[in-house]
């Protein structure tokens, strides 16, 4: 027998094989056409996973508990990034630290940055605190395009999943109908719970918080929270004694009594404000899985602004 008849009567067997396959056991098929969806955070990962249901395989790089800005390369990443259909960023340069080169390294041709599986969510999202000026070093770690944290408005969140489910729907037509119907269930139990969380915060309006980093822009503008400083001196500035009595005097004068930090700082700062202040420090997460409870996007609101409301009240 030769080489070529062998090889054809495999290709024959494999074909056979698929057939039945697809015919006994549709859930293996369907397997075979799941898109496989990389994004760098959780939160992005929990939008793709809420509007792409069971036809796509989700894994995010990034924990819920790490600080974004800095996730350290593992070998692990690559090989996700290389096998993967979508690749699905936060943009506004969050991840330049660490993502692209893994996604030059990965070898992955269609997940480049500007090719078909490649998606920045940022484009569908209101973006805050765009700088008006040139951005210099001098100012810290200032995002030159504008607030990278931006998933922390409900309405935000919409918008990304709608802009997923069309990218999914474009990459998988037979499926539009699907992603159509998961984003508007989603986007029906985000009005809900968005009613709901807005009544929570409503007696809150107005009030001030000093922040660690300028996570919350979106957050704090959507439930009406005044931002009146930060821990940071400048984004991503450690911070130092003269900024920390600067801010220890500012919130005596105004009577800020929340501090919001997120899990991936030392509390030792904000502790010691707190201490000269009277004010609480609440550990606020900023991402899907920064604490067990925090499972899912609606779980992080409600986690979010379960502690909110009781710093509030209690410092009334
Ligand atoms: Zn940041």
């Not at 029906?188 to 918080?209: H, I, N, S, T």
Request: hydrophobic content about 40%.
């Amino acid at each position: 027998m030769t080489q070529r008849s062998s090889s054809l009567r495999f290709a024959g067997l494999i074909c056979a094989l698929a057939f039945v396959l697809g015919v006994v056991s549709p859930v293996l098929a369907r397997a075979a056409s799941k898109l496989k969806v990389v994004t760098s955070t959780t939160d992005l990962a929990e939008f793709a996973a809420q509007v792409g249901g069971d036809r796509v395989e989700v894994e995010s790089i990034a924990r819920g508990y790490q600080d974004p800005h800095f996730v350290e390369a593992k070998p692990s990443f690559l090989l996700k990034l290389r096998r993967a259909d979508l690749l699905i960023t936060v943009g506004l340069q969050l991840e330049i630290g660490w993502l692209p080169p893994l996604i030059t390294q990965c070898g992955n041709r269609n997940i480049q940055a500007g090719a078909k599986g490649y998606l920045d969510t940022s484009q569908f999202a209101e973006i805050l605190e765009i700088p008006a000026g040139i951005v210099t070093r001098a100012m810290g770690d200032v995002h030159p395009f504008g607030n990278p944290h931006y998933w922390l408005d409900p309405e935000n969140g919409r918008r990304i999943a709608r802009g997923i489910a069309t990218k999914l729907a474009e990459m998988q037509p037979q499926d539009s109908a699907y992603f159509e119907e998961r984003f508007q269930a989603f986007s029906k139990r985000l009005d809900e719970a968005q009613k709901a969380w807005d009544a929570e915060m409503k007696p809150f309006r107005g009030r001030k918080v000093v922040t660690y980093h300028r996570s919350w822009p979106n957050l704090t503008k959507r439930f009406g929270l005044e931002v009146v400083g930060e821990i940071e001196p400048r984004p991503g500035i450690p911070p130092g004694p003269r900024h920390t009595v600067e801010i220890i005097q500012m919130m005596k004068r105004d009577n800020v009594k929340v501090i919001l930090v997120e899990p991936y700082f030392d509390l030792k700062t904000p502790n010691a404000i707190a201490r000269e202040t009277g004010a609480q420090v609440v550990v606020l997460l900023p991402s899907v899985g920064g604490e067990k409870e925090a499972t899912d996007y609606f779980k992080l609101f409600d986690y979010d602004i379960a502690l909110l409301t009781r710093a509030f009240q209690a410092t009334q």
